[in-house]
């Protein structure tokens, strides 16, 4: 199980970005796949998921309106537009996937199974 992510860099307020998590050695769709954060000196957040049992989406509150999650299943990748960016959204984001049922808080809360080494995300004019 690999998970790499790419997209992040420099963007300016209110700008966007489009991080991407290609997988390899297993289907993606089997498993929920979640995006996490962290900035320094904090400790990780989780940011989005996605279900392995209906395909449902999930977001915490910080990033909600702003932050889409959608799955490829032909490129086996997950990827988060995140719209609007502030300088609060500044941080290493992580994907992450879990071939296990449980919901879309509960991975956000507790973590997921399987990592990616995360991708920087700086939000600054």
């Known amino acids: 199980v690999q998970l790499v992510e790419s997209g992040g860099g420099l963007v300016q307020p209110g700008g966007s970005l489009r991080l991407s998590c290609a997988a390899s050695?297993?289907?993606?769709?089997?498993?929920?796949i979640g995006w996490f954060r962290q900035a320094p000196g904090k400790e990780r957040e989780g940011v989005s998921c996605i279900s392995n049992t209906d395909g449902s989406t999930y977001y915490d509150d910080s990033v909600k309106g702003r932050f889409t999650i959608s799955r490829d299943k032909a490129k086996n990748t997950v990827y988060l537009q995140m719209n609007s960016l502030k300088p609060e959204d500044t941080a290493v984001y992580y994907c992450?996937?879990?071939?296990?049922?449980?919901?879309?808080?509960?991975?956000?809360?507790?973590?997921?199974?399987?990592w990616g080494k995360g991708t920087l995300v700086t939000v600054s004019s």
């Open positions: 992450a996937a879990d071939p296990r049922r449980y919901s879309s808080a509960y991975y956000l809360n507790y973590g997921m199974n399987y």
């Open positions: 050695g297993f289907p993606l769709d089997y498993y929920a």
